[in-house]
């Protein structure tokens, strides 16, 4: 009896000062949860990361083929408007020639 009451006595005495042992379990358990939520913390990260790098990656696709559309038609209205140029050539051609003979034909009278 005597060592059992020496036993008590002594961790009534050092609960009393303070002096209390913490379990180690509930510090590794308390670690486990800690480092656990920061896993989980860096996989939600990693998986908004993702997400945001899909979203960018689809808007970036979306912008080259709206580009490429646009390049496709520049250079039709490109085209179309070398063939209104030419046209237009064409007929103030046709009209510096009358108005040249027109002249001749003033010129002409008038002496």
């Known amino acids: 009896m005597c060592v059992n009451s020496t036993k008590w006595s002594a961790s009534h005495i050092n609960y009393i000062s303070g002096k209390r042992k913490k379990s180690k379990r509930s510090k590794v358990q308390v670690h486990r949860l800690a480092w656990r939520k920061k896993y989980e913390e860096k996989a939600a990260k ?3 990361m993702e997400l945001k790098n899909l979203k960018l990656y689809m808007e970036n696709m979306s912008i ?6 646009l390049r496709n038609k520049a ?7 070398l063939v209104l140029m030419s046209e237009f050539q064409k007929k103030f ?6 108005f040249s003979t027109l002249n001749l034909i003033k010129n002409g009278a008038r002496v």
């Not at 080259?64 to 559309?69: C, I, T, V």
């Open 93 to 98: 051609s046709k009209l510096d020639r009358v």
């Open 64 to 69: 080259l083929e709206e580009n490429e559309k």
């Open 75 to 81: 250079s039709l209205l490109h085209q179309e408007n």
């Open 46 to 48: 990693g998986k908004n």
